[in-house]
């Protein structure tokens, strides 16, 4: 298998979805010790209105582009605060960079990582060490721009994800909410961060699952 089809790209936002489902009350842990503890029940939420939307539109037709600007408007129209600005930012970005495509070439894939991160980056104006989710997404979409097997740059993009969340636990948060605690969000991981792992995580695990369909 080359390239993925509208349909097999709505199975890599179920298994994203998946994976937050499951990390839903770990995440909302997280988020408790520095924010209001919704950031499970909003990443869980929003993917699954991705999938809800996402496959209705693949049912309709729309192309690869199409898609990820479905998919960004449900998770804006399903999350509000600041996580539902930032990945509906995230997946319109990726539709611009894939617009008028039919397929999503496998090569392709880990070039999500860079297109999430410039949504994020220019929606939420976070820098390196401010203790959000671009600690996360920054790194990992660095990672992935290194040339190689699309495996080999997602590996690399998640190993830079996992290190890029669990620096934020030595960080003092300087936006969103968790800022106004000040040194007390000293020694916690960024619920954000750890959210953008599970994301770039499962997408790797989709990648997987399509590359294997190709082994005889």
Known sequence: M???DSHQIVDLFRVIARRLAEARAELGA????IGDADHGNSM???FAAVVRA???AATRGSDVGDLFVVAGRSFLNAVGATTGPLYASALLRAGQRFAGQKTLAIADLPDLLAAFAAGISDRGKARPGDKTMMDVWGPAARAAEQPGPPRDRMARALRAAEDGRDATRTMVASVGRAARLGERSLGHVDPGAASAV???AALQE???HHLAQDRP
Do not use: F, H, K, P
Not at 30 to 33: E, F, M, V, Y
């Open 198 to 200: 599970i994301v770039i």
């Open 30 to 33: 997280l988020d408790g010790a």
């Open 44 to 46: 869980a939420d929003g």
């Open 206 to 208: 989709g990648l997987a």
């Open 54 to 56: 996402s496959a209705e």
């Open 2 to 4: 080359t390239a993925l």
